[in-house]
């Protein structure tokens, strides 16, 4: 399974990004999808993510501002960002599995792909 992350940039500060995540390969059995990021300095942590029938989880620094999204057809997951905040500043990677747990312990997720860079400026 590979795992193409796109759509970071340089974003002003209450600014929206969506990135996009479009998986390949192997992906027949690919049960969830996620988001994580990871910022300088600090442990890379998932922030959302969603089954193949559409539940979401997210974790609490994000509810609120982040959207994750699913076209199971293109085989792609999306991550609607609002309202951006510098602390948002970090390198953003896509997650897939093919088990059942969505939660956002990272180690159950076996698939990661590049990361895309977000900046937001202040």
């Known amino acids: 399974v590979q795992l193409q992350a796109s759509g970071g940039g340089l974003v002003q500060a209450g600014g929206s990004l969506r990135l996009s995540c479009a998986a390949s390969g192997s992906i027949f059995n690919i049960n969830v999808m996620g988001w994580s990021r990871q910022a300088p300095g600090k442990q890379r942590e998932l922030v959302a993510t969603?089954?193949?029938?559409?539940?979401?989880k997210y974790a609490d620094s994000v509810k609120g501002r982040f959207t994750i999204s699913r076209d199971n057809a293109k085989n792609t997951v999306y991550l609607q960002i609002y309202s951006l905040k510098p602390e948002d500043t970090a390198t953003y990677y896509c997650a897939a599995d093919q088990g059942r747990y969505y939660g956002l312990d990272s180690k159950y997720y076996d698939y990661w792909g590049q990361g895309t860079q977000v900046t937001v400026s202040s």
């Open positions: 969603i089954t193949a029938g559409g539940i979401t």
